[in-house]
């Protein structure tokens, strides 16, 4: 069974940061990505990040460029998103997907439906 938990997500004050990680088990394919998205009250999914894990090649939204880094943590296991200088406007309930190492191609994100697995999500809260 494909399992992903999110973890890491609280309450931040404009300008900090927060170090968000996606731990995964079950997966049954060799290459693999990992995408970040985010989902604010009223609005739909929309993609932040993804890392395609086998050979590192990452993608990110234009919004979030320069202040989000999504890296391995072959340490934990684990697919972290390290977010810094964060605004009002990042206040979502961020989410980790796993698809076919195919989707994050370095040449913008992946959609939502290119991901069949999630986790349940962590609320990142930044108050202005």
């Known amino acids: 069974e494909v399992q992903l938990v999110e973890s890491g997500g609280g309450l931040v004050q404009t300008g900090g940061s927060l170090r968000l990680s996606c731990a995964t088990s079950?997966?049954?394919?060799?290459?693999?990505?990992i995408g970040w998205f985010r989902q604010a009250p009223g609005k739909e999914r929309e993609g932040v990040s993804c890392?395609?894990?086998?050979?590192?090649?990452?993608a990110y939204a234009d919004f979030v460029k320069g202040r989000f880094t999504v890296s391995n943590n072959n340490a934990k296991n684990t697919v972290d998103l390290q977010m810094n200088s964060l605004k009002p406007e990042d206040t979502a309930v961020y989410y980790c997907?796993?698809?076919?190492?195919?989707?994050?191609?370095?040449?913008?994100?992946?959609?939502?439906?290119?991901?069949?697995?999630w986790g349940q999500g962590t609320q990142v809260t930044v108050s202005s």
């Open positions: 890392i395609r894990r086998s050979i590192g090649v990452t």
């Open positions: 079950g997966i049954f394919f060799d290459d693999y990505a």
């Open positions: 997907g796993v698809a076919g190492g195919h989707v994050c191609s370095g040449d913008g994100l992946p959609g939502v439906y290119d991901f069949a697995f």
